[in-house]
Each structure stands twice: as C-alpha cells, then as structure tokens.
C-alpha cells in the first residue's frame, strides 16, 4: 500500500484518476460486463465513473511480469484460487471466542528502540509484527519476553500488542510462509503478545476484482489462524466496494469469536471523500453487529467522536508520537484535542528518552476528551461480554 502525503503534488498517486475508479453503488451504474461474471454473487460487480465494460478492462495483458490473480493467467489463477479454496468465507474454519484484556483508548506505537536506553513507561504498546520477525524465515527476533521488551526500550510490564498493517513485501513474506506461520504464531504467543491486528492485504482501484476476493479471503484466513493458535486477534477490515462491507458486516456478525476488528484510514482510505465512506460503512456495520466489537484504528482522528459513538470500545493506535520524536519535534497541547510540534534539535549522543515521554504526555492529555467518550447502549453488553469472558477463563 502506498501511503498518502499531504498534497497531490506530493504524491506519486494521481487523485483525480483514482476518483474515477472509486466504486460508487449510489451514483453509478453497474459495469454491463459484471452481469454474466460466474464470481458476481461474491463480487457484486463494480459501479465506477470511467468506462469500463468489467474488471478485466484493468488487465495489463502483461502476464510474465504480473502478479496479479487475473483470469487471463489460467494456470496462475487456478492456484491462487485453490490456494485460499475459493472466495466464499464460508469454508474458513470457525474459532473459539479468545479471551484478551481489555486495551486503553490510546496506545502508542513504537518502531524501534533506537536512540534510548531507559524503559518507555506505558501500560500497552503497539509494536510492528514484522520487526518482531525475522525477514528471511518469520522466526521471533527474541526469545523472551524480556528480550522483546529491551529491545524496543520498553517496560517489562507493559503489554504488547503487534499491528500486522505494513507495506505490501512484508504482507506477503508472511502469506508465504505457508503452514510455517502458526508455527510463529506460537512463537509469538511464547514472548507474550497479547494481541495482534492481521495483515492487511491490499486492494486496488485499478486491479482485477479477483486479485481484491483473493486478499480478502487472505484476511480471513490469516485472522483464523490466530484465533486458532491462541492468540487474540483483530480482524483487519479492506474494502472496495459495498459488496465487500457487506460480506465483512454479514462475517462479523456470523461470527461470535470476532471480538475486535482493525481499520486503517493512512493509505488507501485516507483520501478524504473516500475516508467519509469508509467511516459510513464502518459505522453501519457496528450498527448491524448485535453484540460488541472492539475498533483498533490507525489514521482517521478527525473521525474519532463519530467512531467512539458508534463502537462499543475504540483504541487508536498512535504513530506521530514516535515518528515526530525520531525527528526531534516537541508536542504543544495549543488547544483542547489539539497538538502543535516544534522542532527541539538534540545534540547527536543524547537520548530521546526524556522527549518521548514528555511528548507521550501531551498526546496522551489531547486525546483524552474524544477517546473517553462511551456509547450508553454499549455498557450493559459489555459488561456482560466481560463477564462471559473471565468464566471462560
């Protein structure tokens, strides 16, 4: 996934194309080539402004270097689709509902331990999955929890939650370890990890529709996975078109032992009219989920109140914090729910410690308001659903 900058003549992406390719099931027509799909009861078909006969008008008709799960590539497509045993979800195994603490409103994440040398002090952290891993065979860079915590300068009792979000490379070494993974999902479970968002397969506006079923279907599979080793996960949630939150809200709904679900607004729905209808579908999917599920987003702050309203629990995973420290910037609550930086140059053999925390504090303190909001109608379900927990526990 390619991740959106400030402007568009910053980025590489070219936003008034990618508009045109926006699946728009209000506004547009259906592509006439759709109707006679043999995949369109999963599909749904696409309705986008430019012209197009059906998806196989995004082929690039180059198969030697295409990656791509396209139906122009017969022997190619037939082991993608027999890899993930088609696109239904309907033959992903069902799981056991996994028991997990309850995670606070905000959580920083943290890349690295790098450039400090005391423990960080924050009840959770988010670290990413693949610097746990090794690159080359997805083995565990440490072999305890307390290696895990020094290596990202972290408090020995601060809990640990993995983000699977990642460029596309790392997304797919890990697809590619095979039946290796629940292997590493043990190994992971063995450091203590107490939750991990799974990886989020990307989907494209200008790709086959059956290159976005097969990372669908890798999204599901992947989530399974977890739950099944033991591990607590969150299902991380991609969509292209309604039909897709309509498959992820009928999914959700089925099944009980989705306790928390991932969305990430930086990339792919960070473009702000296409952000308004992902948090549309988000919220209507909360709507028809009669129990309560936990969000874990990335991005999107600006929607917070509306998600803290419509969700029984929401965490925001935090990524300015470590990235504007790593660049010697100071945070400044210039308002309420508001942050400034200002650039605080350090000498070279200095530390961040001081400056990472000092910025964790007044992040923490504008975030505070927004995420403490609680919708009235969750508390009584939540109680019970905690309540069921610790029996099963």
């Not at 509306?306 to 929401?314: G, H, I, K, P, Q």
Request: include cysteine; proline fraction near 7%.
């Amino acid at each position: 996934m390619l991740t959106q900058l400030p402007s568009s003549e910053e980025s590489p992406r070219n936003l008034r194309r990618e508009r045109r390719l926006w699946h728009d099931g209000d506004h547009r027509t259906p592509a006439i080539g759709c109707t006679k799909c043999p995949d369109r009861n999963v599909c749904g078909g696409l309705q986008v402004a430019s012209p197009l006969f059906d998806c196989l008008g995004f082929c690039c008709h180059n198969p030697q270097d295409c990656d791509s799960v396209c139906r122009n590539k017969p022997e190619d497509f037939a082991q993608r689709v027999r890899e993930v045993g088609g696109f239904s979800f309907d033959n992903v195994p069902r799981s056991v509902v996994v028991p997990t603490h309850r995670l606070p409103p905000l959580v920083p994440l943290i890349y690295h331990g790098h450039k400090r040398v005391l423990p960080f002090k924050t009840a959770v952290a988010c670290l990413p999955l693949y610097a746990v891993i090794q690159r080359q065979n997805g083995e565990t860079r440490y072999e305890s929890k307390q290696e895990l915590a020094k290596g990202f300068s972290l408090g020995v009792d601060a809990r640990v939650i993995l983000t699977g979000t990642a460029s596309d490379p790392p997304l797919e070494r890990w697809w590619s370890l095979g039946p290796q993974r629940r292997e590493r999902i043990r190994a992971l479970r063995h450091l203590g990890i107490a939750l991990v968002t799974t990886p989020n397969y990307s989907l494209f506006v200008d790709q086959p529709r059956w290159d976005d079923l097969h990372s669908l279907k890798r999204i599901a599979i992947v989530h399974e996975e977890f739950l099944s080793e033991g591990m607590p996960a969150a299902l991380h949630l991609n969509a292209r078109t309604d039909r897709d939150w309509d498959r992820w809200t009928d999914y959700v709904t089925a099944r009980t032992e989705v306790t928390h679900i991932a969305f990430e607004f930086a990339t792919g729905a960070g473009w702000e009219l296409r952000t308004e209808w992902h948090l549309q579908k988000l919220t209507q999917l909360a709507e028809k989920v009669s129990r309560p599920v936990h969000l874990i987003v990335r991005g999107g702050t600006k929607f917070l109140g509306a998600l803290t309203r419509a969700f029984s629990d929401v965490t925001l995973v935090e990524s300015s914090l470590f990235m504007k420290t790593k660049s010697r910037q100071r945070a400044r609550l210039s308002a309420p729910g508001r942050v400034t930086w200002r650039p605080s140059p350090t000498n070279k053999t200095n530390t961040l410690d001081s400056l990472l925390a000092q910025n964790w504090r007044v992040i923490a303190e504008a975030y505070a308001p927004i995420l403490s909001q609680r919708p009235l109608m969750y508390d009584h379900a939540h109680n019970a659903a905690q309540t069921a927990n610790i029996q099963r526990r």
